[in-house]
């Protein structure tokens, strides 16, 4: 084994000392901006699934360095958030003391995985350096009318004591902690991602990310072009608007459902003869989260307004309404047209209340009208329709919704973002309220009298040190007991006003990071939240890498706010990363890692004990990249010991050379482009092919140097250290990478004996990396081999790869 911990410490400081990592960020030719995802310091520190995200990323970063790209690869800590202040609370420290150990921790080890930081430019989103600026950034919401506040329903989690966005529940439970979400009255603030929800569906097509996390988007965003159509209630000037997909099936509608929270409810159930059953029914729905009540497998649940009709402006038919818990108010309108023939919500709940259900499309045009056993949710013609029977019911759509005089839209699963949180770990929301100006209709904005914004020359509003930081749970931030914090002057008037005490959501500070990181520590930087030319000449992200988990959180955020960036004329683009690739999950030995489990990998040992280099390596030849792998404790040990032959190779002197053999040129050209495609496993996979012939053949002297510059992406420290030995200039990670010859790179052909059950039955010729499958095709083709699958049944085929096939029979 090679003297890997001497190695390392070495490295370490030559890279530091010379700057190896750090660009010059105004005169880089060929900027190339690699970045991960943003990590928020655990409390256990590193784990093993981090470093496989990290150093999946750097290995694209020092390839793309090789390349001749100035590469800039920076690195911080979102470390703002419930995570990080429960861990706190468990451990009895305060947040802001904890923070500092967990940066310290979290930094050594982040040095330990060898990556190719510039660590002059990290950030940490709890420095008041940072969140003045991420204020700034909600300030801006505010001016652009984005932000705004309102009382409202929202998700609130027991345990953490705090509202979450509807991205933050996962099957009604929250996603920190696996709490049940109930819904709860308060007063918050909200981003209008919604504005933005036609440009964030729509520039999906043109943006080179992972096909599921534009799948999840598109989904989350949920666009549903249909109608808005009004409904009469008896007795009543008010109707009901319901938005409905299929307005060609209105004639069926036998009823009418309401959200429970619906306002029409309220202003409805004084008229209705059970009142008392409506309010209990009401207060039921409302102790569910959206995600509960929304279930597909739910039971359905309702109350009838007795007394109530609607009238269908089809037929003029009167039809019962209901309230009905899996009817939400934040999709559509909160009412809809209930046909239970052709959707099967309503159809279940038909059956349950014994409603009516009536057949409005045929699949076929000669089908005679009957109830189905189950609804019918496909297009046909349709019947019980009036003058439209017959029609195509796609086609009779349009003409449908003039005659029940009823206006076209598009519509949206998206909701706006609520950013507010009632915890004390993260940047104070910076709005100021006073009652003198509300009292007199004053303020920034009309709708909102009374609110003001934090004048940008006052920025940040520091989050103060207080020793009672844990959260009340009255859906008030514990701020709001500190008077010394929320006491202040009214920008307006300057009479007595009151801070928000209010937080804001830990996804707003990693919405923009990416954008400071090329201006830190530049003077620019301390007037401006970016170096408008730096950002020109880095930005959008070329290549960015992290979890699919985070498609409609981190990811759906970012891109809402580079768009509101960009039409305000304050940056260039509307996209922040021109490519991003989501990385699969890395589970321990067939199961994923968990504390619970006892199972998670602290990757300190494995890299005390083998060398950072063999983790690096032993994580990317697990599989592609954006599959994930399994980590097997014994599986280390291969990669541990080719890392052991290429140091014995690089002990003796090289065979010299002009040019790299021609054999060479097939390896080069293939790994090339496995990197590319983030394939770094057959990348490792052909390492070890040379490797093997150079041990055997003799290392000529030009073959083994670009050996080791493919090496070095993976390996950084030992190819670094053997670079040196074979006398090449500092550094290997700032040569360039081996170029191949096109004509020269096909594989070459090799020779494959065929056995029939141990015994030689012929040869085939084929390239170099024949599969096991194509090897069986061409075996079996063979006459000899032929005659004797007749006579028997094919039992197995064992493959040695290129060398030889065994039939057994």
Known sequence: ??????????????????????????????????????????????HVGNAYAFVGSDVYGRFKRLQGYDVFEPIGLDGFGIHSENYAIKKGVHPMKQAKISEKNFYRQLQMIGNGFAWNERLETYDPEYYKWTQWLFVQMWKHGLAYRKKQSVNWCPSCKTVLADEQVIAGKCERCGTPVVRKELEQWFFKITKYADKLLKDLDGIDWSEKVKTAQRNWIGKSSGALIAFKIRGHLQTVEVFTTRPDTIFGATYLVLAPEHGIVEALKADAENLKEIDKYIITAANKSEGERIAEKKAKTGVELKGIKAINPANGQEIPVYAADYVVSSYGTGAIMAVPAHDERDFEFAKKFHLPIKQVVAKEKSEKPAVSPEAYGGEGYLVNSGKFNGLKSEEAKGDIVDYVGGKRVDTYKLRDWLISRQ???????????????????RGENKEMPGWYAVPEKDLPVKLPMVEDFRPTGTGQSPLAAVKSFYETKCPGC????????????????????????????????????????????????????????????????TRFVAMALKDWKLIGFAEPFKVFRAHGLLLKEGAKMSKSKGNVVNPDEYISKYGT?????????????EQGGDWYD??????????????????????????????????IKKITMDISALHYNTAISELMVILNRLEKEGAGQKDFQSFLIMLSPFAPFLAEELWEAQGGKFSVHRTAWPKFNPDLAEPEEIEVIVQVNGKVRGRIKAKTGLSKSEAQKLALELEAVKKQVKSGTLKQ?????????????
């Open 634 to 667: 014994s599986g280390i040990m291969g990669v541990v010991r080719f890392l052991g032959r290429a140091w014995e190779v690089g002990q003796k002197k090289p065979i010299g050379q002009k040019s790299v053999s021609p054999w060479m040129h097939a390896h």
């Open 494 to 557: 300057g009479a007595k006003a009151r801070r928000e005490t209010d937080v804001s959501d830990t996804f707003l500070d990693s919405a923009w990071y990416y954008l400071r990181y090329p201006s830190v520590g530049l003077e620019s930087g301390k007037k401006f939240p970016w170096d408008k030319i730096i950002t020109a000449k880095w930005l959008p992200v070329d290549m960015y890498i992290g979890g699919a988990e985070h498609a409609v959180l981190h990811l759906l955020y």
């Open 1 to 46: 084994m090679h003297p890997f911990s001497k190695i390392e410490k070495k490295w370490l400081k030559r890279w530091e000392k010379s700057r190896v990592y750090e660009p010059d960020r105004r005169k880089a030719k060929k900027p190339f901006y690699n970045l991960m995802m943003f990590p928020y310091p655990s409390a256990e520190g590193l």
């Open 423 to 441: 915890r004390y770990w993260g940047p104070p929301i910076p709005m100021v309220y006073c009652e003198r100006c509300a009292e007199e209709r």
């Open 613 to 625: 280099d063999a983790v690096r390596m032993y994580l990317m030849f697990l599989a592609p990249l």
């Open 797 to 809: 085929v064992i493959y040695i790869q290129d060398k030889v096939v065994n039939i057994v029979l």
